[in-house]
């Protein structure tokens, strides 16, 4: 039996940002939120390790907030190792068969500090939606209810009082004559009961 030679990852050739962007099908810059343990690696088999990324804007594709981005275990197999909490600009492709995000050494996928290049000549990029469901979802659902205010405390104003209770802060001369004519009048009637005595 003679053993087969082992080959090494090779790429065809190095792609400009434009035929990158043409190629992928999803195109984003993100963070590194996790990364593949020992476990992950001894549980492939020569299958793909998955990262975690924080999407912060996109170029193309359909990008959520956060991403899975699966690479091949074995640098053989041309896979792919990220640094946790490193941000990167990320050509991906779609795996046909399962659906999931793939990128590999072959593409052109790089830490973002090393992107100025790709971020000069790809179009505007758009950011990942985080906007509030618009009145027309909410269009259906019942307003809160609000309880009502409580009724006004009514204190009576002061020409609400009763007559009876009124007491008057001060009395004019016309009030006080009739008192001063009854004194007047009771003291004469003593003057003359003591003549008369």
Aim: hydrophobic fraction near 30%; glycine fraction near 6%; proline fraction near 9%.
């Amino acid at each position: 039996m003679i053993p087969h030679a082992a080959r090494a990852c090779s790429c065809a050739q190095r792609l400009s940002p434009t035929q990158a962007l043409t190629r992928a099908d999803v195109v984003f810059e993100g963070r590194v939120t996790r990364v593949p343990t020992r476990t992950d690696f001894a549980k492939s088999f020569g299958d793909t390790v998955s990262y975690e990324f924080e999407v912060e804007r996109y170029w193309k594709g359909v990008v959520e907030s956060t991403m899975s981005l699966h690479t091949p275990s074995s640098g053989a197999a041309c896979g792919r190792r990220f640094r946790a909490g490193e941000r990167y600009l990320v050509y991906a492709q779609l795996d046909s068969q399962s659906g999931k995000l793939v990128d590999t050494i072959c593409s052109r996928t790089r830490e973002s500090r090393r992107a100025d290049e790709d971020f000069s000549r790809l179009p505007s990029e758009r950011r990942v939606s985080t906007a509030a469901p618009s009145r027309a979802e909410g269009a259906g659902r019942e307003p809160p209810f609000l309880e009502p205010p409580p009724p006004p405390l009514d204190f009576p104003a002061e020409d609400d009082v009763p007559p009876g209770c009124r007491v008057s802060a001060a009395s004019t001369s016309g009030e006080r004559a009739p008192v001063y004519t009854l004194a007047v009048l009771a003291l004469g009637l003593l003057g003359r009961r003591r003549r008369t005595t």
